[in-house]
């Protein structure tokens, strides 16, 4: 879990690591420590979860971390959502799944070291400094079965139950999934209005996640199935002419800071193009990097 350099293929990991399906079958009732989180979890809003689930995992399977993540598939790094460390909540961080465990859990769906974590992943500093024996993550995926985030739980002594800890984690996968989906729309569809001529884009540089408004979609004729998601699914509609010219334009606005206008034409639903006015502004953080990306896209032609 911490930030390193290339991936690395480690061939003795194979033969260690355990890659688990969650499988209930024979077992008379659901473990003890699941029916004591689902009690305790019940009644937690939407909007509380996440960090509600952090604590209440570390605390009831003795986890000395657990976070909550978020993937940017892009530059396969993990930004958290919510992070619990010995009893408190922390800052959330940005880290790199390369020469880490969730590099494996991301690739494997579920992935469990019960102990000598730190052996396996000698690059992986966090893991290191923090004494880690045992691990478990589990992958989160998009309702269109993309990967999103990641669950990650760690520890500074062996994990003895193994299926016990994996199957938690596989219980909660669901909801978390749907909220990290459903939190980064909320927040985004509030900064923006829909019309039937006007949409928008708000773009995370940092995650690589982009939401579009529905509008975008009308605007094109487009069924909310058919209508386009993030960026690289703009450019595939962009017409061929436009498509250098796009790529250039977005590159640009990232290395100023005025705000700035391009006219291009997109594939309509109809299979004619319609030409759009992009207006873009970028984000800054205290450092003075790009870390947003608003775009306000208008219809002028159809």
Not at 111 to 121: H, I, K, R, S, T
Not at 255 to 260: E, V
């Amino acid at each position: 879990m911490a930030i390193g350099a290339n991936r690395t293929e480690n061939a003795d990991i194979d033969a260690d690591e355990k890659i688990l399906n969650v499988d209930f079958s024979g077992a008379t009732e659901p473990p003890a420590s699941l029916n004591r989180l689902a009690m305790r979890l019940a009644n937690v809003p939407d909007e509380d979860f996440i960090d509600a689930l952090t604590i209440a995992l570390s605390e009831e399977l003795d986890f000395d971390l657990v976070l909550i993540g978020r993937l940017n598939q892009y530059t396969n790094m993990i930004r958290t959502l919510s992070l619990y460390h010995e009893g408190q909540m922390n800052e959330n961080i940005i880290y790199s799944l390369a020469d880490t465990p969730c590099a494996r859990a991301m690739e494997s769906n579920v992935c469990v070291y019960p102990d000598n974590v730190c052996e396996l992943f000698p690059r992986d500093q966090m893991l290191i400094d923090m004494q880690i024996r045992g691990y478990v993550g589990i992958a989160l995926f998009s309702e269109s079965g993309h990967p999103i985030g990641i669950i990650v739980g760690v520890s500074k002594h062996e994990i003895a139950d193994v299926k016990i800890h994996t199957s938690i984690f596989e219980f909660f996968r669901e909801r978390v999934a749907r909220r990290l989906e459903t939190a980064e729309k909320l927040e985004r569809y509030h900064r923006a209005f829909s019309g039937s001529r006007e949409g928008f884009w708000d773009w995370d540089i940092e995650t690589g996640n982009m939401v579009l408004s529905e509008s975008i979609g009308n605007m094109l004729g487009f069924s909310p199935a058919e209508a386009p998601e993030d960026l690289a699914e703009i450019e595939n509609l962009l017409h061929k002419d436009d498509r250098a010219n796009f790529k250039v334009f977005i590159q640009d606005h990232l290395k100023t800071d005025a705000t700035h206008d391009m006219d291009f034409r997109l594939r309509a639903g109809d299979g004619t193009y319609r030409t759009i006015r992009l207006r873009v502004h970028k984000n800054v953080n205290a450092s003075g990097r790009a870390v947003r990306l608003i775009g306000s896209l208008t219809l002028l032609a159809a």
